[in-house]
């Protein structure tokens, strides 16, 4: 109760207050409440808005480029670190341990080889993948003569680096760097592809040319197959076995040297 008393005093007492305050300025200023005072007011308002707007942006703007400076201090070590050229030592070390690890996966591969060889002798049947490892164990066996050569002559050993430069291919697969590799699958990814597409290219050509021709019937075998991929390449789904004999023969008879055109062959 005696709070509630003393809030309503205290609003009475504001009250009188601004009325007073209210009373004595419109004594003092007749013209307090024209039109001209409150555009006044309202322009001296929007002012300052303006203003703390401009300045919230200025800020803003500030802590943008801080933090893009800061960003770019970052950046710069992360750069000259990479840019950091490797000394004479660390790469004659890089290469001891290049070919170390080479030596070392040569060594694994040819004794799991030796007990693939001597399943081969005893009868036994290998499957694709310990079939291509043995070829490739054995393929890399006969690379690894000529390095022998470097080995055994006296100072011969200087003449490797540029042996290895000029052929790059002798190297045996297990020291053949991981980066070169992948270049290879590209190379061979790219070179399928566009084999894949001149085969695409070729079999469209001669279904334009049986359909111009006429010395088919609508319904050959060049137009049948060229609607089928072009219907497999925007549906999708799984393609049957009785499809794919019935364009087998295609392959055989159409697509020969003697059917292809001298731009084709070029």
């Avoid at 001891?96 to 693939?116: D, I, N, P, V, W």
């Avoid at 190379?187 to 088919?216: C, N, P, W």
Wanted: charged share 30%.
């Amino acid at each position: 109760m005696v709070f509630r008393q003393y809030r309503r005093t205290t609003q009475l007492g504001r009250l009188v207050f601004r009325g007073l305050n209210c009373a004595s300025c419109s004594r003092m200023h007749p013209a307090v409440l024209s039109e001209r005072h409150l555009l006044q007011v309202s322009l001296r308002y929007a002012s300052t808005d303006r203003s703390k707007v401009e300045y919230t942006l200025k800020m803003l703007k500030e802590d943008l480029m801080q933090q893009d400076e800061e960003a770019r201090r970052r950046l710069v070590p992360a750069t000259a670190a990479a840019e950091k050229k490797t000394t004479l030592m660390q790469k004659i070390v890089h290469e001891l341990k290049h070919y170390y690890h080479g030596f070392r996966l040569l060594a694994l591969e040819t004794r799991l080889s030796a007990k693939y060889m001597w399943r081969l002798l005893r009868g036994d049947t290998l499957s694709r993948r310990e079939r291509q490892q043995l070829v490739r164990t054995v393929s890399d066996l006969f690379r690894i003569v000529p390095f022998s050569i470097f080995i055994i002559v006296p100072f011969m050993e200087l003449a490797l680096p540029i042996f290895i430069k000029l052929f790059p291919n002798m190297l045996p697969s297990t020291f053949q760097e991981s980066s070169k590799e992948e270049e290879r699958l590209r190379k061979q990814v790219k070179v399928k592809v566009e084999m894949a597409k001149f085969l695409q290219d070729t079999i469209e050509e001669i279904a334009l040319e049986r359909r111009s021709k006429a010395i088919e019937p609508k319904g050959s075998k060049a137009v049948e197959f060229a609607q089928f991929i072009k219907k497999v390449r925007a549906e999708g789904g799984y393609v049957s076995n009785q499809e794919l004999i019935k364009f087998t023969k295609l392959f055989e008879d159409e697509l020969t040297l003697d059917n292809l055109s001298m731009s084709q062959l070029r």
